[in-house]
């Protein structure tokens, strides 16, 4: 009997616990996740053109003052500092790599170089950098570069090669490389006051034929303005003034004068 009434009971709890109605568990929608947008890394190019932005009024006034050509400061900035990147420049606004030596003052930074743990000038600013980077050139081991034309760039560039600015045999070349593919010599132009005067437009004159002993480029992929003027030993500039170009967009299958 006993048994009889405890199975019943089973048989009950069993049936009302079926026939309960059952509770929805309610969970909140998870939000979905937004992925944090990358930044962009600039490119060489960019870097670089953003470096001279930034700092080309600098170095045109540092000309104007201390006759040091604004292509050659420029350059060597963007070489010396990776455009401003560089460890050193970023901890110490040192854009030149120059060393504390003897007679230097103020505050400095140790740094990896030649030899480890160097002892490289500190500036609040980097327009201190600049300043010092034009007066370290007036030394006595640097004066025959004022000797030179002041938009002589490529005097000045192999010039500091030759005094022991750095120790790369091929700093003077790149320093050349830079200041004709971002064309910064046209930093010297204007620091000298050698704008060129914007010409009016006249009657259309015809075009003279180019003489037989022209040499001429048709131009294929992968071309640019600043190879050619490697390849033919000449200059960005000069390239534009022979074919009458405004920018340095050129085209597959176009034909450039050269020499």
Same mark, same amino acid.
């Given at each position: 009997?006993?048994?009889?009434? $405890?199975?019943?009971?089973?048989?009950?709890?069993?049936?009302?616990?079926?026939?309960?109605?059952?509770?929805? @568990?309610?969970?909140?929608?998870?939000?979905?996740?937004?992925? *944090?947008?990358? !930044?962009?890394?600039?490119?060489?190019?960019?870097?670089?053109?953003? /470096?001279?932005?930034?700092? #080309?009024?600098?170095?045109?006034?540092?000309?104007?003052?201390?006759?040091?050509?604004?292509?050659?400061?420029?350059?060597?900035?963007?070489?010396?500092?990776?455009?401003?990147?560089?460890?050193?420049?970023?901890?110490?606004?040192?854009?030149?790599? @120059? !060393?504390?030596?003897?007679?230097? !003052?103020?505050?400095?930074?140790?740094?990896?170089?030649?030899?480890?743990?160097?002892?490289?000038?500190?500036?609040? =600013?980097?327009?201190?950098?600049?300043?010092? =980077?034009?007066?370290?050139?007036?030394? !006595?081991?640097?004066?025959?570069?004022?000797?030179?034309?002041?938009?002589?760039?490529?005097?000045?560039?192999?010039?500091?090669?030759?005094?022991?600015?750095? $120790?790369?045999?091929?700093?003077?070349?790149?320093?050349?490389? &830079?200041?004709?593919?971002?064309? &910064?010599?046209? /930093?010297?132009?204007?620091?000298? #006051?050698?704008?060129?005067?914007?010409?009016?437009?006249?009657?259309?004159? $015809?075009?003279?034929?180019?003489?037989? $002993? %022209?040499?001429?480029?048709? @131009?294929?992929?992968?071309?640019?303005?600043?190879?050619? %003027?490697?390849? /033919?030993?000449?200059?960005? *500039?000069?390239?534009?003034?022979?074919?009458? &170009?405004?920018?340095?967009?050129?085209?597959?299958?176009?034909?450039?004068?050269?020499?």
């Amino acid at each position: 009997m006993n048994s009889k009434l $405890t199975l019943l009971s089973c048989f009950l709890l069993v049936f009302f616990a079926a026939c309960s109605p059952r509770k929805e @568990i309610y969970r909140a929608p998870q939000k979905a996740s937004i992925p *944090e947008k990358k !930044k962009k890394k600039l490119s060489y190019s960019q870097k670089v053109r953003a /470096y001279v932005n930034q700092h #080309g009024e600098t170095a045109m006034q540092e000309m104007r003052l201390h006759k040091i050509p604004a292509s050659i400061t420029l350059a060597q900035g963007i070489l010396e500092s990776a455009s401003g990147q560089s460890e050193l420049a970023r901890r110490s606004n040192n854009h030149f790599g @120059i !060393k504390c030596h003897s007679e230097w !003052k103020g505050k400095r930074v140790y740094h990896h170089d030649d030899r480890r743990n160097e002892c490289f000038r500190k500036y609040k =600013h980097p327009r201190e950098s600049f300043r010092d =980077h034009s007066l370290f050139l007036k030394k !006595k081991r640097y004066a025959f570069l004022f000797r030179y034309s002041i938009t002589d760039y490529k005097a000045w560039a192999k010039g500091l090669r030759k005094a022991g600015y750095a $120790t790369d045999r091929r700093y003077s070349q790149k320093l050349i490389d &830079l200041i004709e593919r971002f064309e &910064l010599h046209r /930093y010297d132009r204007r620091a000298a #006051g050698k704008r060129r005067k914007a010409t009016k437009k006249s009657k259309r004159k $015809t075009v003279a034929k180019a003489p037989s $002993t %022209a040499k001429v480029h048709i @131009i294929k992929k992968g071309d640019t303005l600043y190879s050619l %003027a490697r390849r /033919y030993n000449t200059s960005v *500039e000069k390239l534009k003034r022979l074919n009458n &170009l405004h920018s340095n967009n050129i085209s597959i299958g176009q034909r450039l004068k050269v020499n």
